[in-house]
């Protein structure tokens, strides 16, 4: 059975960083891609990565281009997504998924993180 | 603002059918798959439609996917208590090379 398993809930200051990680298991892990897309409060999905599990090539959302890296550690089947000089307007819930096909399809999410940004 | 347009609400009663439209353009829905997403509160998503219309083992056949050039549906027949909650479309969008969502749509069943 396929999981996506995310780490808990951070709080985290303006200007700090965080670091996500989404434990994988049930299949190959190389065989799937693992993106990152967020959700802010009351609000629709913003995507925010890519990378290929099996070569480790990355793609970035242009808005956090700089802010974001994405990397993988295949021998744990995990991926990690890092958001630097965090604003408060990265308050969101952090979910991973498995894509599926093409065309930024996903057909298993992580539970989610939550992300909040305050002072 | 979401690249993809859809209605913010939509509502019907139990045993009725309702469709969610997903308008988008040439860059998005017109040359890329579309996938529906159905989230319930405080919960991750879930896939409910694939490649326009496939649907993932263990989705019911009241659920359905079509595409028409720069536009998508899904239609709930059957409706259900359990089936209220929001929906979101999605796809890969060439021009800001970003996957794209709509705003997501809340079913009410009435």
């Known amino acids: 059975q396929v999981h996506l398993v995310q780490s808990g809930a951070e709080v985290k200051e303006p200007g700090a960083s965080v670091k996500v990680s989404c434990r994988t298991s049930g299949y190959t892990f190389t065989t799937y891609a693992i993106h990152w897309v967020r959700q802010a409060p009351g609000q629709s999905f913003e995507w925010l990565a890519w990378i290929n599990t099996g070569n480790g090539n990355t793609k970035y959302s242009q808005k956090l281009q700089g802010r974001v890296t994405v990397a993988r550690d295949t021998s744990a089947k995990t991926v990690y997504m890092e958001l630097i000089s965090l604003r408060s307007e990265d308050t969101a819930v952090y979910y991973c998924?498995?894509?599926?096909?093409?065309?930024?399809?996903?057909?298993?999410w992580g539970q989610g993180t939550l992300v909040t940004v305050s002072s | 603002q979401s690249v993809l347009t859809q209605p913010p609400s939509v509502s019907a009663a139990p045993g009725q059918k309702v469709t969610i439209s997903c308008s988008g353009s040439s860059s998005n829905i017109g040359n890329y798959y579309v996938s529906w997403y159905q989230q319930l509160p405080g919960t991750a998503p879930k896939l409910l439609i694939y490649?326009?219309?496939k649907r993932p083992s263990g989705i019911p056949d009241r659920f359905s996917g079509s595409k028409s050039g720069t536009s998508a549906t899904l239609g709930v027949t059957g409706l259900q208590a359990g089936d209220e909650a929001d929906y979101y479309c999605?796809?890969?969008?060439?021009?800001?090379?970003?996957?794209?969502f709509g705003g997501g749509t809340k079913l009410t069943v009435l």
């Open positions: 999605g796809t890969w969008d060439s021009s800001l090379s970003v996957g794209v």
């Open positions: 490649d326009n219309n």
């Open positions: 998924s498995r894509e599926v096909g093409e065309s930024g399809q996903f057909d298993y």
